[in-house]
């Protein structure tokens, strides 16, 4: 199959359920929003506790002379998989398609208050590490639960249409195949991603937050 016959092939998905990924955009970016919103309504004591958490994290990658990225890696795929794993059982039955969405959603929602939360502490700081750790994953994670939700949803309700047909716990062995096998094409490209999480990001926080702590650290020093 060429270039173009996937492209045609892509396009006339995206029209076929052009609903289905109305919804499941909606749900990603009403879970964005929420987690934005949420940033704003934490306590103060809670705000620390998050940032104390970061810069411990920031300590430790900063005076590690060797970060173990292969459990960066490990944990950042995991976590996708779990998504992933989620979203592929919520759609083997037409009673849980609910669930895909929110599913979605609840992803939606830790990154929306992620990036809140970074950018509303520590401003410019925190806008630059959004910049250049969280929107280059997000460019493939959005897209790739976008598109999960969309078949599950879809799978859901093909399996709704034939419940009552012949035959359907032998349908619904040759459609479970097909429906798994585009799963795992699209958590290929999570490798990508943890890859950029394990090797990108530490970097980030070692040379930009580690060294922005210990200025606050200096100056606060300097204030007594």
Known sequence: MNSSKIKTHIMLHIRKNIVLYLLIIFAFITGVAAGGFTVGSISPEQRMYLADYLQGYS???????????????IKALLQNLQTAFFIWLF?????????????????G????????????????NGLFMVLVC?????????????????????????????????????????RIAPYTFKFVLIIMAFFISSL?????????????????????EFIAFLSK
Request: glycine letters at 6%.
């Open 59 to 73: 300590y430790i990658i900063g005076n590690q002379p060797h970060v173990d990225r292969t459990i960066i890696f």
């Open 109 to 124: 929602f830790f990154l929306g208050f992620t990036v809140a939360f970074l950018i509303d502490y520590y401003a410019l």
């Open 196 to 216: 950029f999480e394990a090797f990108v990001v530490p970097l980030v926080f070692k040379f930009l937050f580690a060294n922005m702590f210990k200025m606050k």
């Open 91 to 107: 759609g083997l039955t037409y009673l849980s398609i609910p669930l895909v969405p929110l599913t979605v959603g609840i992803r």
């Open 134 to 174: 969280i929107l280059p994953q997000s460019f493939i994670h959005i897209p790739c639960i976008v598109i999960m939700g969309v078949l599950a949803v879809q799978f859901g309700i093909e399996r709704f249409k034939i419940r009552k047909l012949p035959h359907l716990k032998q349908m619904r062995m040759r």
